[in-house]
């Protein structure tokens, strides 16, 4: 075993300029959920010129990406995220995740037919909202998978991901526009429906379980400040500890837009923009041996007060985790004060500390492949949540 992580780490450590490189690149290039067409592109490079055999446009996705290597009994999958934010680019490092997880599967590539490994990575577009990891699942991804693995960028290294399930929405109201001074009285106003619901889900909120959260954006809410806005528009999520809690949260959320359709005489349209994300289920056995192998590595787990916050954040990754046994952990970057979806953690997604993050996280992802290397197949795990 010592030796087959030894050839891993060398391996990856042969390429670790290259995906430096990588990771730079899409950092300084990023692209939003379902448009990541050069990231689909670029990502995939390192692995084609290694010998994977690649799959462009996986499944019918057109930002998604397929490869694999080795034909071992043991099928180990790695996840590539590489959408952006909009606005705040990789403030959530999903640029250290594509090249991470390159890294990881080219070690694992090494030495494939001495572990029995065939290794698979999959680019997974569109995790910031638009559920690419469900999409993929729907379609008939990940089938027969042993393990499937990510490292997450976070400000401290956290072992466990605990994500909250979660659904994004797209609401409208439409109204009708008149001139707000002349004709008043015969407008409706569709901003105003916006203030309704935020006010309903503010007093909501009093009557929510701990766990739950809901937060969201007005992306447009008029055009004029003499026009009465006809539409208005904006994103919203649903947190909850469970998808069966989220059930059950959720209407109560959605009855506070209704509220403010009724108060102004708007029309409503609730639009989801994809299927709920899960909460995770680790592989406990994983879990344990990548914890094991990062502190290996020199990783320092943070304590539970730390690790308790960005372990929450949802994912569709939890979805993966439904079907077939998986880990999620955290790469610290020492960003702190720094925390994911700030500028100034974009900025730390680059540099010495993050690209020694990402080169750690290909090592202690590609033992841990090694690791499941031999264990016996669990059962196949339920449908998808």
């Not at 659904?167 to 009285?185: D, Q």
């Not at 009465?228 to 528009?233: Q, T």
């Not at 020694?356 to 196949?380: C, F, Y």
Request: proline residues 5%; aromatic residues 6%.
């Amino acid at each position: 075993m010592t030796a087959l992580k030894n050839a891993a780490r060398a391996a990856i450590d042969r390429h670790a300029d290259e995906l430096i490189r990588l990771s730079e690149r899409l950092h300084a290039d990023p692209e939003t959920a379902w448009e990541e067409h050069r990231a689909a592109a670029s990502v995939p490079e390192l692995l084609d010129r290694a010998g994977f055999a690649v799959t462009s446009a996986h499944l019918g996705l057109d930002t998604a990406f397929h490869a694999s290597f080795g034909s071992g009994p043991t099928k180990i999958a790695l996840c590539a995220e590489y959408d952006a934010l909009p606005g705040l680019g990789h403030a959530c490092g999903h640029n250290l995740i594509a090249a991470g997880s390159v890294g990881a599967a080219l070690g694992l590539a090494a030495v494939a037919d001495d572990a029995g490994i065939t290794v698979e990575v999959y680019g997974t577009p569109a995790e910031e909202g638009g559920g690419g990891k469900i999409e993929l699942l729907d379609r008939g991804a990940f089938a027969g998978v042993d393990l499937a693995m990510m490292a997450h960028p976070a400000p401290v290294d956290v072992a466990e991901a605990r994500p909250f399930a979660v659904s994004h929405s797209r609401i409208s109201y439409t109204g009708k526009s008149a001139h707000a001074a002349a004709y008043p009285e015969a407008g409706i106003n569709a901003a105003d429906a916006f203030t309704v619901a935020q006010v309903a889900i503010g007093l909501l909120r009093q009557q929510l379980p701990a766990s739950a959260r809901v937060h969201g954006i007005v992306t447009n809410a008029g055009d004029a400040p003499n026009a009465i806005p006809e539409h208005a528009e904006g994103r919203w999520y649903v947190r909850a500890e469970t998808l069966t809690e989220l059930a059950e949260v959720e209407p109560r959320v959605l009855r506070a837009f209704e509220a403010g359709a009724l108060a102004t005489g708007c029309e409503l349209t609730v639009e989801p923009e994809s299927k709920p994300y899960a909460e995770f289920r680790a592989d406990e056995a994983a879990l344990a041996a990548y914890r094991d192998n990062a502190l290996r590595l020199g990783r320092e787990f943070a304590d539970d007060a730390a690790a308790s916050r960005m372990n929450r954040a949802s994912t569709d990754m939890g979805n993966v985790s439904q079907v077939v046994p998986a880990i999620h952990p955290y790469i610290g970057i020492g960003s702190l004060p720094a925390i994911n979806h700030q500028r100034e953690f974009a900025a730390h997604c680059v540099g010495g500390t993050a690209q020694r993050a990402l080169l750690d996280s290909a090592i202690a992802l590609a033992w841990t492949g090694v690791d499941r290397a031999g264990v016996p197949r669990e059962p196949a795990r339920g449908g998808q949540s």
